[in-house]
C-alpha cells in the first residue's frame, strides 16, 4: 500500500495542479529519502529552477519529466552523474563505512535551497539534449504526496519539501521511512537510476499484458497464485488489496497453484485485474490507513470492496461468511463459496 490505482490518483492529481510550475528550491528533513544523488543538496540543486513538463506511472512509481535548463547543453554537466548507478547498484548498497559521517551529519540535520532567477536562454545555443532529466517517486507502504500551501505546519513524518513560488509546495510525508526520491540528470536512461523499473512486468494497462502474456508468466509455475500476482515481474502495480479482489472477481482461491490454473481461469483473471484496477481509480483508490490523493482527501474504494479486509462478514455476492488464510506471510481474504 499504495498500490496502483492510488499511485495512479495522486499521478492524476499532480498533472491537475503541478504542470509548468517552476520548482524554486527544496528542504530535505531526512536524507535517506534520497535515494539518488547521494548528497541532498545535489538532489535540490539538481531539480531547481525546472518545470514540470508531466507526470507518469509505471508500476507503482511515479516519473515526472523536467524541462530542460541551459547548462544541460553542455557535454560535460553530467558525465560523471551516472557513474555508481550504472552498475545497477541502489542509494543503500553503495554506501561504504566512510559515509557513515556524512549519513550521521546529513539525518540530523535540515538541507535547505532557496528560490533563484531563471538564467534566459540564448537563441543561439544547440538544441538540448534528447533525454529530459526526471524526479522519481516511490510511496512505498505509507509515503504521501501533497500539495500544500507553504505555511502549512509542517507533519511530523514530513521528509522532503519542494517549494513552487512562495505560497505552494509538494510534500513528501513518510510515517515509516520506506519511500524514496531520485533525481535523473538529463542525458541518462532513467532505469539506470532507478533501478527498480528494469526489473517490473507489464502494466496492467498496456498493450503488453494480454491473456497470452499472463499465462506464459503462471506457466509451470509451483506457487500459489495470489503470491505470483504480488510479484512485481509479473504484473507492476498489484499488491495485496487488489491481487485478493481480482481473484475473488476471477472466482479462482488464492492458494490456487498457478500450473494448475485451467486457460479459462487465466482470461477471467486477466479481465478481472483491469476492471478491478479501473474501479478502484474511479474511486479514487483505497483508503485503510495512510494514503491520501494529493490534495488530501481518503480513497473510497474500502466502501465497495469484495474480500478485502472484510474477514467475517458476509459475501457480497453468496452471504457466506469472507475467510482468511496466510499466504508467503500475506494475509489472503476470499470467499470459500464463490472461489474454486
Not at 541502489?90 to 561504504?96: K, L, M, P
Not at 544547440?126 to 512505498?140: A, C, E, F, I, K
Not at 502494466?203 to 500476482?229: C, G, H, M, Q, W
Not at 478502484?280 to 480513497?299: D, H, K, M, P, R
Amino acid at each position: 500500500m499504495p498500490e496502483l490505482p492510488e499511485v495512479e490518483t495522486v499521478k492524476r492529481g499532480l498533472n491537475q495542479l503541478t504542470l509548468q510550475r517552476k520548482i524554486t528550491g527544496g528542504d530535505v528533513l531526512l536524507n535517506r529519502t534520497i535515494a539518488y544523488p547521494f548528497s541532498a543538496e545535489d538532489f535540490l540543486n539538481g531539480l531547481k529552477k525546472r518545470e514540470i513538463i508531466s507526470w507518469h506511472r509505471r508500476g507503482k512509481y511515479l516519473i515526472a519529466e523536467l524541462s530542460f535548463l541551459e547548462e544541460d547543453k553542455e557535454s560535460h554537466c553530467v558525465a560523471e552523474v551516472p557513474a555508481v548507478r550504472a552498475r545497477g547498484a541502489t542509494r543503500r548498497e553503495t554506501r561504504g563505512k566512510g559515509d557513515k559521517e556524512t549519513r550521521r551529519q546529513g539525518d540530523q540535520g535540515t538541507r535547505r535551497q532557496g528560490d533563484e532567477v531563471e538564467n534566459n536562454s540564448s537563441p543561439s545555443s544547440p538544441s538540448p539534449p534528447s533525454t529530459p532529466s526526471s524526479l522519481g517517486v516511490h510511496l512505498r507502504m505509507t509515503g504521501q504526496l501533497l500539495w500544500l500551501p507553504q505555511d502549512e505546519p509542517l507533519h511530523k513524518h514530513t521528509r522532503v519539501r519542494l517549494f513552487f513560488g512562495e505560497e505552494w509546495e509538494l510534500r513528501f510525508v513518510d510515517q515509516r521511512t520506506f519511500g524514496q526520491m531520485w533525481w535523473v540528470p538529463p542525458k541518462v536512461e532513467t532505469q539506470s537510476i532507478i533501478t527498480g523499473l528494469a526489473k517490473l512486468g507489464a502494466d496492467p494497462f498496456s498493450a503488453e499484458f494480454t491473456v497470452e502474456y499472463l499465462a506464459e508468466k503462471l506457466k509451470n509455475r509451483r506457487r500459489a497464485i495470489k503470491t505470483a500476482l504480488l510479484d512485481q515481474s509479473v504484473v507492476a502495480g498489484i499488491g495485496n488489496i487488489y491481487a485478493d479482489e481480482a481473484l475473488f472477481m476471477g472466482r479462482i482461491k488464492p492458494e490456487t497453484l498457478c500450473l494448475n490454473l485451467r486457460r479459462e481461469q487465466i482470461k477471467s483473471l486477466h479481465s478481472s485485474i483491469i476492471k478491478v484496477l479501473k474501479t478502484s481509480i474511479e474511486a479514487g483508490g483505497t483508503t485503510f490507513s495512510n494514503f491520501l490523493n494529493v490534495q488530501g482527501v481518503n480513497g473510497n474504494y474500502a466502501h465497495v470492496a469484495w474480500v478485502y479486509n472484510r474477514t467475517g462478514k458476509p459475501c457480497r455476492n453468496c452471504t457466506h461468511l469472507i475467510e482468511r488464510i496466510k499466504l508467503g506471510g500475506r494475509s489472503s481474504h476470499f470467499c470459500p463459496q464463490c472461489q474454486e
